[in-house]
């Protein structure tokens, strides 16, 4: 009924960029929070960057002054822009949403199905 659609990954060269769409399309009342989370081979998935519907943003420490987030909200669309990647930055990257689909309905979070970043030279 509701599904986010990633795209925009692929393999950069150290210093280079990647921006990062992600769609919301279904049964969509309301979308509250749109965000990004990564996770790396071995390691638990963090949050990269979240937006509310008031435009307030909130980063972490390690891609701040290099990643900006924003959102279309007559697309229902989130976006990531990556700039001065580093290897570290090498991870799975999803797309969440937190969405209504009914009036008086339940906040449900949603999540993409991931899209694979990798920062090799």
């Known amino acids: 009924q509701v599904q986010l659609v990633e795209s925009g990954g692929g393999l950069v060269q150290p210093g280079g960029s990647l921006r990062l769409s992600c769609a919301a399309s279904?049964?969509?009342?309301?979308?509250?929070?749109m965000g990004w989370y990564r996770q790396a081979p071995g390691k638990q998935r963090d949050l990269v960057a979240v937006v509310r519907g008031d435009a307030n943003t909130n980063y972490a420490d390690s891609v701040k002054g290099r990643f900006t987030i924003s959102r279309d909200n007559t697309k229902n669309t989130v976006y990531l822009q990556m700039n001065s990647l580093k290897p570290e930055d090498t991870a799975v990257y999803y797309c969440y949403g937190q969405i209504r689909s009914d009036y008086g309905g339940a906040w449900v979070p949603f999540w993409g199905q991931g899209t694979q970043v990798t920062v090799s030279s």
């Open positions: 279904g049964r969509i009342l309301s979308i509250s929070i």
